[in-house]
């Protein structure tokens, strides 16, 4: 189990205000934790309701020993703990249901009983309805967190019922300083601070050995690398490459899709040509510096501008319902024509 001091949370006015709600004698009735995706809202999550379900707990945390917390799991088997999270895409009203039902009953060894809800966004129509009228009118000592990437997501009776808890994002240096500290190799830690722009759970996550979906996203960086240089001859080949990398970030912990994978990797094309009209201090792949200066030399700016229209029109062709094939083999025609 994690505790909430071992946790690194940004802003610092959030940081505060979570380890002083730990010394109040209620939690919250409902929290929203919102936060951009790999920003670590479910882990402080779980470190805060560790906490609540802890009868000694201190604002640091939960103490990690006592009945309650040496139940405690991740998976969210704790008895006085429920987790909905969405499956494969969606959280149903079938879900919301069985909290009710669960809902019945007294908490059995923590002095609260919490539901977290994971992706709150994910909830569809009935399921947020039922969530809605549990919200108004919950049984005593129940509690809420939800997480999602953005409040107004949320239907607006549902925040209305929540108290805003934003996380942020750690400066890129900041955030490779504490990966090497963590024992991470100097260089590896600035470019994964880099991809993960500041993402702390997303960078934890890609720094440990067999992170593929970090290998994956910096040989997709490799391959970005050479289109300073590489010859128009090699435009479907370069394309095949792309698609096969972003097939590789299909599935994992978010359920990617085919299209959305595809979009993600995209959207690093994206960042790529957008840094590379960037000043050198203000990049964010500062690593790749010398691949950058070089894309810089062989396109001028104004057909930069013109390629990054065509990357965003591709990513909306793809997330519509084009042929990914066409889509991206056209793409790297015209970027490298
Ligand atoms: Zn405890």
Redesign the pocket.
């Known amino acids: 189990m994690q505790r909430l001091s071992e946790l690194v949370i940004r802003p610092e006015t959030t940081a505060r205000w979570l380890r002083q709600s730990l010394t109040r004698a209620h939690p919250p009735q409902a929290l929203l934790l919102v936060g951009a995706p790999g920003v670590g809202k479910r882990t402080v999550a779980n470190a805060l309701i560790a906490a609540w379900?802890?009868?000694?707990?201190t604002p640091d945390g939960?103490?990690?020993?006592?009945?309650?917390?040496l139940k405690w799991s991740e998976e969210g088997s704790h008895p006085d703990l429920r987790v909905l999270r969405p499956s494969p895409d969606q959280i149903k009203i079938e879900s919301v249901r069985e909290a009710r039902q669960w809902m019945n009953f007294a908490p059995t060894i923590a002095p609260f009983r919490f539901v977290l809800i994971e992706e709150a966004h994910r909830l569809n129509p009935a399921a947020a309805n039922a969530l809605l009228k549990t919200l108004e009118e919950p049984p005593p000592r129940y509690h809420f967190v939800l997480t999602s990437p953005a409040s107004d997501l949320l239907i607006a009776t549902i925040l209305s019922r929540c108290q805003l808890v934003r996380l942020g994002v750690v400066p890129i240096a900041e955030l490779a300083a504490i990966l090497v500290a963590r024992g991470v190799e100097p260089a590896k830690a600035q470019r994964i601070a880099e991809l993960s722009e500041g993402a702390i759970g997303r960078a934890l996550r890609w720094s440990q050995t067999d992170a593929v979906e970090w290998q994956t996203l910096e040989s997709m960086l490799a391959l970005f690398a050479t289109l300073g240089s590489a010859p128009s001859i090699s435009a479907l080949r370069l394309a095949e490459q792309f698609r096969a990398l972003c097939k590789q970030l299909e599935g994992g912990a978010d359920e990617t899709s085919a299209r959305a994978a595809l979009a993600t990797g995209l959207e690093y094309l994206l960042r790529w040509y957008r840094d590379s009209l960037a000043p050198p201090e203000k990049r964010q792949f500062a690593s790749h510096h010398a691949a950058l200066e070089q894309l810089a030399r062989r396109t001028p700016p104004a057909q930069r501008l013109e390629h990054i229209a065509r990357i965003t029109e591709a990513r909306r062709a793809i997330l519509g319902n084009a042929n990914a094939q066409i889509i991206t083999e056209d793409l790297f025609i015209h970027l490298l024509a």
């Open positions: 379900l802890c009868p000694q707990r939960a103490c990690g020993a006592c009945e309650s917390c």
